[in-house]
Every structure is written in C-alpha cells, then in structure tokens.
C-alpha cells in the first residue's frame, strides 16, 4: 500500500533560497567554474588556485555539489554540463553577471515584507532614476538572456533578407537586439534609445559585434526623447514590466508614430497568463518590480493585446522562447 504523504521538502527547498543564491554568487566571484573548466581539481588545488582557504573550499565545493552545478569523482571535482554553459567567464551564454548581482541584492529581499505592506519600491533608486548606478552591472549581466530571443526575431520577420531595415530599440539596454539583427542584414541601421550610461555600455558591446557604424543612439528618457519617423521594425525589449499601464498605452502610441504602416513592433517580456496561474518565473519576478518600481509588475496577455489595440496595433501574436521572455509582435 503507497501513500501520497505531503512532505516539506518544497518547504525546505525554498527556505534554502538565499543559501543557493549565495553559493552560487560565491562559486562565480572566485571564478570557480572557470577554473575548473581546465579540468577537474582536488579540494586543495582549488584553493590554492583561488587564494581561498582549504575548509572554505571544502565547505563551497560541497554545496555547488549539493545544487548539481558540480560533479566529483575521486577527490576531484569538475562542472556540470550546465556550469560549463552558464557560468565560465567569457563564453558567449555566461549568466555570471546576473549570480554576482543575486549575491549581492539580498539587502532588499529582507526588506520585501515592507514593500509589501507600502506597495512602494525599497530598494534606494527606483527602477525609473536616470544614471543608475545598478545598470552598470545589469545591462551587460543580462543581455546573453537576450540572445536566443532576438535571434528568433531575426528569423521570424526575415530581416537578412529585408534589404534596408531601420530598426529602433527602446530601452535597448546592452544593444544586443541591434548587434544580433545589423549582423543579419548588412544593410540596415539601428538607433537605440536609452540613458547616457546605458548607451554608453552598449556602444562598445556592439562594436564587439563588428556592426558598431550602423549602430547610434539617442540619450535620455525615452517618455520624452525623440524616436523619429519611418522605422521599419521595433524593439521594446524587458522594459513594459517597470512600465504603468498608462505609460504602456502612451508608450506603445509612441512606437505606432514611429512605425512606417505595415511596420513591426516587437515586446519581449515576462507575460503572465490571463489567470494569473504561471509562468512560475514571471509570477515570481513580480515581487522584483514591487521592491524596485514605482508601479511596475508582471502583465498578463490581455493587458498587452488592450494596450496594444488601444494604441492602433493589430495582428498582435504571442510567441514563447526558450527563455523566461514572450514575444509579441504586432503590426503597425
């Protein structure tokens, strides 16, 4: 005879959040998986290679052991397929950016309950603050989560073989939508969007991508800024989370004048479902705009597909990728 007993094992598994978080942050700021990355090492030559103490080692070894980043056979310890992806400095899919950002932002998870109680943003500059010191470290943390999502809309709208494109990119961040669709299609231009610092940033990321003379920007906030006319395609990538809805509705009014008729805008976002049942990921990210947005959160489907009518869209689809991001496309 089986039972179906309730365990507490989800319990003590998100109980132990933080101490994955900080495991993980701490295997990535002594570059751990990279070093292991040459091959595997003994508790000891880690240590030595990471100026760090042998029990400190120890203890560190076991738990990325414990959360399967690491493996070990024989004393020696070596990465996991996912580590060797995800977490070895310089490769093109390493997300070691966004683990040293986790490692050091618990300060305003402790202070969720408050922000809960307020509905207010915790964290010392909200989301919104031009010149954030935070977007130093976020904007090039999270763009090769952006990879796979503009490559798939490099595919679906065909821009290689678009000819001439002019691509605008709202809050572009890294750069990295223009970097993927200017080396699709040589002949097209992007200007991006954003703050000072911000472009800044992404200037040298998309020089790095051999396309930086296509590649200009517009500095400021980009309610006010001036977008210009004729724009072929359309990016609002990670951006209508920290957005109102009423920003959203001005916003996307904003993008349809800049958008030539028969033009594309597209939204990469964490969407909700209408009832509000999953994604597990955008459910969870929208405690992340309660601590640091004004009024930002995670919308739902039916609040992209009003917005977007509203401001004159039409053909308006919904498409997953194989990140946490949806994308939407909808025609001018």
Known sequence: ????????????????????????????????????????????????????????????????????????????????????????????????????????????????????????????????????????????????????????????????KRGPLSILDVGGGSGIYSAILLGANREAKSTQVDWPTVNQIAKGFVAKFGVGDRFHTVDGDFHTADWGTGHDVAIFSNIAHQESPAQNVALYRKFRGALHTGGTLVVSDFVVKDDRSGPPFSLLFHSQMLVGSKEGATWREADYRTWLTEAGFKQITFEPTITPSTLIYASA
Request: net charge negative; aromatic share 4%.
């Open 1 to 160: 005879m089986t039972t179906n007993a309730v365990t507490p094992e989800k319990i003590m598994q998100l109980n132990g959040g933080a101490q994955a978080a900080a495991l993980l942050g701490t295997g990535v700021e002594y570059e751990v998986f990279t070093r292991l990355e040459g091959g595997a090492m003994t508790v000891d030559e880690l240590a030595k290679a990471a100026s760090i103490a042998p029990r400190g080692a120890r203890a560190l070894l076991d738990g990325l052991v414990g959360l399967g980043l690491l493996t070990v056979a024989d004393g020696k310890y070596g990465n996991s397929p996912e580590a060797s992806t995800f977490l070895v400095e310089g490769k093109p899919a390493s997300l070691t950016g966004m683990a040293r950002i986790s490692l050091h932002g618990f300060d305003q998870w402790a202070k969720l309950p408050l922000a809960v109680k307020t509905g207010a943003p915790v964290m010392g500059e909200s989301l919104e603050s031009n010149d954030l010191a935070f977007w130093r470290m976020l904007v090039p943390a999270i763009a090769p989560l952006a990879v796979p999502s503009a490559q798939a809309v490099a595919a679906r709208l065909d821009v290689a």
